[in-house]
């Protein structure tokens, strides 16, 4: 059997998304393509683009676009991408075309496979103050939004160049990493200031309340959620930088 066209991919029987559909994520691509990657004469890598395709609101400006791009410039078709990160045809079909949000593993999968980090995808709301790579204004953080995930990730420091990478994540009453697990190399540690942290580590859970906080090897399973019916704010530190 054929593989379905990018466009004519995710339709009945071609796969089914894991998240509810409509989901929007607000989310642009800041940065630069990969060093390494290669672009195909039909389809030219196109920053500005890809940055103000449409308003937040607009699927058309969202992750899915991003990691369409990403891909193209990479030379992949979207059976490649998606035999490389491990995901049906018809949902990453849904992810590209703004239906369907993936979870953190998943966009872990996608970034590892097309050569670059989560990081990649966070966005400037604001153009960054650039203060001697030293002070990051709160006004002027970049951010990550995975509203399928109810879930928004501001970085804390000027750049992911060093080895550690702060984070204030935002999680929405019910929202978190999803529903599967995921590692990567490194240690990581938070603190819970807003709200509860629902956090499994190696398949063992733990209830944070206000003022816990926690550390772990980043080799081992893990996933988090908000279980409270309010916001839940936590600082969260990861080295290397590697999320």
């Not at 029987?13 to 409509?22: A, C, K, L, V, Y």
């Not at 691509?29 to 672009?39: E, I, K, L, Q, Y």
């Not at 239906?99 to 709301?125: N, Y």
């Not at 509860?196 to 209830?207: S, T």
Request: glycine residues 12%; proline residues 7%.
């Amino acid at each position: 059997m054929r593989n379905a066209p990018d466009d004519e991919a995710g339709g009945a029987g071609s796969g089914q998304s894991h998240g509810p559909e409509g989901d929007s994520v607000e989310l642009r691509r800041s940065g630069h393509a990969p060093h390494h990657a290669t672009v195909r004469d039909d389809e030219s890598w196109e920053p500005a683009a890809l940055a103000d395709s449409g308003s937040a609101d607009d699927p058309v400006a969202s992750l899915g676009p991003q990691i369409r791009g990403l891909r193209r410039a990479n030379g992949l078709t979207i059976a490649d991408l998606a035999k490389r990160a491990q995901m049906s045809v018809g949902h990453l079909s849904q992810v590209e075309r703004g239906l369907s949000t993936p979870t953190i593993r998943q966009l872990q999968d996608l970034a590892t496979a097309m050569g670059v980090r989560i990081g990649w995808f966070f966005q400037e709301d604001a153009p960054l103050a650039v203060e001697d790579n030293v002070v990051v204004r709160a006004d002027r953080r970049k951010a990550m939004h995975l509203e399928g995930l109810g879930v928004t990730d501001y970085l804390l420091v000027p750049h992911l160049e060093g080895r550690l990478e702060l984070l204030l994540c935002v999680f929405e009453p019910g929202g978190g990493s999803g529903a599967e697990p995921y590692s990567h190399d490194g240690e990581e540690c938070g603190v819970v200031i807003a709200g509860r942290l629902e956090l499994w580590v190696n398949h063992r859970r733990y209830l944070l309340e206000e003022g816990d906080s926690f550390a772990f090897p980043s080799t081992q399973p893990h996933r988090y959620r908000n279980p409270g019916d309010s916001e839940t704010r936590v600082i969260w530190a990861i080295t290397p930088p590697t999320y």
